[in-house]
Every structure is written in structure tokens, then in C-alpha cells.
């Protein structure tokens, strides 16, 4: 009987039952701790949103800190980042170089947003740069290291795919700061500063979670199901042949 019951139990199922039980249950814990993380720092933007401006302290700057800049517009030196959408409709984001009041420093501003035109071999109209001393408060913010990009980015010109900091101080010449400002202060240049949350995706997360823990609750309950009826099956036979 005990020859006759351990041949019902393969090996194969009951190791491939364990292994997905134990994948989707990591993988449900992954995306636990990445919703966590996610919460976090939605937390931290919303903290910093609701601090007032600070005078720019270039030693403790942070991801969204809110920050103000006294200067002047640098003309000539603006790009323009493309493929990037506002309501459903292309555009681009404005960058312009600020000098810095009595630092000598520079600082890369995202001044907001302007739609492309019909033809997009085109860039739109030149941004206007008002002369003198301007204030401007935005958030601090660092471009990613590795953005998407839909095409090879051009060599040379004013429209570019993504923020290149070291590409921009090695084409202007311009001792750029390691981070940029998103503008948020308002200003007459036709630019749109509609800003929103970072998408923390916090709910996709815990719905994905919530997926993976199901699948490891059904692999888990089938291979004890397995187990349970390798285990009775030769009792049931056993008693056909009484």
C-alpha cells in the first residue's frame, strides 16, 4: 500500500505547485514594497509642495524642494525638450538659462509648456526673454539619467529629445548647475506651467499585489489539493479490491 501511494505523488506537479506559490507570493510582496515606496514619496512631494520658497542654497537640495531665483534670462540659450503633451496636444518645454544675482552661478529653468505647430520640421516662434533682473520660483528637480527616447537624438540644434545637462555645458559653453527648476511662479510669456503630481502609481501597485497574492492563494490551494488526493486515492482503491 505504501509502494502504491508514494507512485500517485510525481514529483514534477508538486514542485512546479511550490514554485508558483512561492513566485507570485515574492511577486506580490514586490509589488507591495514598491506601492510603499511609491506612498512615500507622493508624501514627500506633497510636503514640499506646501513649503514656501526658499532662497536657492545650492548645498541642500532636494527632489522637489521649492526654491527662489533672482537673475537674468541668458538670451540665446534656450532649447526646447520635444514630445511632450499637454490636454492630448503636442508641444514642447521651454528651457532657458537664469544668472544667478551675486553668484555667478547658472541655472537651468523649465520655464512650461508650448504647442508645436502643424509642421513639425518647424520650432515654434522664439520665446521672449524679458530683459533685467527677473524672480522666479519653481521646484528643484534632476533629469533623469536614462529617458526614453522615440528617435536618436540631433546632434546639434535647439530642439532636443531629452535634458542632457553635459551636452548643454559642452554646446553653450555654460557651467550649468547639476539640477533644473521647474517654474511654477507665473509670468507673461505665453508658456503653460500646468504641472501635475507625479504619477506614483500607488493603486496600480496594490491592484497588481492584490493579483499576484490571489494566484499564489490558487497555486497553493491546488497543490494541497495534489497532495490531498495522492495521498487518499490509494486507500479508495484499496478498499475496491476488499
Not at 514627500?44 to 521649492?66: G, K, M
Not at 528617435?151 to 532636443?160: C, I, M, R
Not at 506614483?200 to 489539493?225: F, P, S, V
Amino acid at each position: 500500500m505504501s509502494l502504491r501511494r508514494h507512485a500517485r505523488l510525481h514529483p514534477v506537479p508538486l514542485l512546479a505547485g511550490v514554485a508558483l506559490a512561492l513566485l507570485t507570493l515574492q511577486l506580490g510582496n514586490w509589488q507591495t514594497r514598491r506601492a510603499a515606496e511609491k506612498a512615500e514619496l507622493q508624501a514627500e512631494y506633497r510636503a514640499a509642495a506646501d513649503r514656501p520658497a526658499q532662497p536657492l542654497d545650492a548645498t541642500a537640495l532636494s527632489e522637489w524642494q521649492s526654491v527662489e531665483l533672482h537673475g537674468e534670462w541668458l538670451p540665446g540659450r534656450s532649447i526646447l525638450i520635444d514630445n511632450r503633451v499637454h490636454e492630448g496636444r503636442a508641444g514642447y518645454h521651454v528651457f532657458t538659462p537664469l544668472q544667478l544675482t551675486g553668484q555667478g552661478a547658472v541655472v537651468l529653468v523649465n520655464r512650461g509648456w508650448i504647442g508645436a505647430g502643424a509642421d513639425r520640421s518647424q520650432p515654434p516662434p522664439r520665446i521672449a526673454n524679458p530683459p533685467g533682473a527677473t524672480v522666479v520660483t519653481g521646484r528643484v528637480r534632476h533629469p533623469e539619467e536614462k529617458p526614453f527616447m522615440l528617435a536618436a537624438d540631433a546632434p546639434s540644434g535647439s530642439v532636443w529629445q531629452a535634458l542632457d545637462l553635459a551636452r548643454y555645458r559642452s554646446e553653450t559653453r555654460l557651467a550649468v548647475a547639476d539640477f533644473y527648476v521647474q517654474q511654477t511662479s507665473p509670468a507673461d510669456d505665453g508658456l503653460i506651467r500646468s504641472w501635475p503630481e507625479p504619477d506614483a502609481g500607488i493603486e496600480r501597485h496594490r491592484g497588481y499585489a492584490l493579483q499576484w497574492y490571489a494566484l499564489a492563494a490558487l497555486a497553493t490551494a491546488l497543490t494541497l489539493r495534489y497532495l490531498w488526493n495522492a495521498f487518499r486515492s490509494p486507500r479508495h482503491d484499496h478498499r475496491k479490491h476488499l
